[in-house]
């Protein structure tokens, strides 16, 4: 069974940091792109970062550019997300989510897909 | 402000056929394919609709999807109680070089 487990939230002050954990377990993780997405309270949800299969590539939204970093280790199997220089606009539930390409009949990669989601670990960005 | 627009919200009764809209632009919809997420309240999204029309397994048929130049659409017919949740279009922008949601629709069943 695939599973992604995320964990590293709690409430941290204005300029602080955290480091988000993803524990993924069911499928051959490194073969598989990486993400983060977040939704914050009674919000809509947001793509924040991606990390290639191997680590070597990573892209980020706008908004946490410069201060957040993803990366992973295949041979734990987990993904990380660093989130320094928070601001209480990052306060969200943080979601790690597994991409999965996707083909046409001729074999011609048509993109990607978010198609398994953890339940999301919160992080609160409050004094 | 989300690049792709969906209404807040739509309704119907039991059995009847509802429709949610995504409208983007050229970057998006109108170079990707679209993909449409489902959510329970306080739960995880999950994977409703990929590339425009597709249905993963375990994604009853009463659900559908289309794509027609920047906009595309969720339909759900023969509506359930259980269908009840709120829906989010994505698709990946090449201007911005992100993956983009819409902001949602909720959907009610009156």
């Known amino acids: 069974e695939v599973q992604v487990v995320e964990s590293g939230g709690g409430l941290v002050q204005p300029g602080g940091s955290l480091r988000l954990s993803c524990a993924a377990s069911g499928f051959t993780f490194s073969s598989h792109w990486m993400h983060w997405v977040r939704q914050a309270p009674g919000k809509g949800l947001v793509w924040v970062s991606r990390?290639?299969?191997?680590?070597?590539?990573?892209t980020y939204a706008d908004s946490v550019k410069g201060r957040f970093t993803i990366s992973r280790d295949n041979a734990r199997n987990t993904l990380y997300l660093q989130l320094i220089g928070l601001r209480a606009e990052d306060t969200a539930v943080y979601y790690c989510?597994?991409?999965?390409?996707?083909?046409?009949?001729?074999?011609?990669?048509?993109?990607?897909?978010?198609?398994?989601w953890g339940q999301g670990t919160l992080v609160t960005v409050s004094s | 402000q989300s690049v792709l627009t969906q209404p807040p919200s739509a309704s119907g009764t039991p059995g009847q056929r509802v429709t949610i809209s995504c409208s983007g632009g050229?970057?998006?919809?109108?170079?990707?394919?679209v993909h449409w997420y489902h959510q329970l309240p306080g739960t995880a999204p999950k994977l409703f609709i990929y590339?425009?029309?597709q249905r993963p397994s375990g994604v009853p048929d009463r659900f559908s999807g289309s794509k027609s130049g920047t906009s595309a659409s969720l339909a759900i017919s023969g509506l359930q109680s259980e269908d009840e949740a709120d829906y989010y279009c994505a698709a990946w922008d090449d201007s911005l070089s992100a993956y983009v949601f819409g902001p949602g629709t909720k959907v009610t069943v009156l």
């Open positions: 590339s425009n029309d």
């Open positions: 990390i290639n299969s191997d680590g070597s590539s990573t």
């Open positions: 989510v597994r991409g999965s390409s996707y083909y046409d009949s001729t074999g011609f990669y048509l993109g990607e897909v978010f198609d398994y």
């Open positions: 050229s970057s998006n919809i109108g170079s990707n394919t």
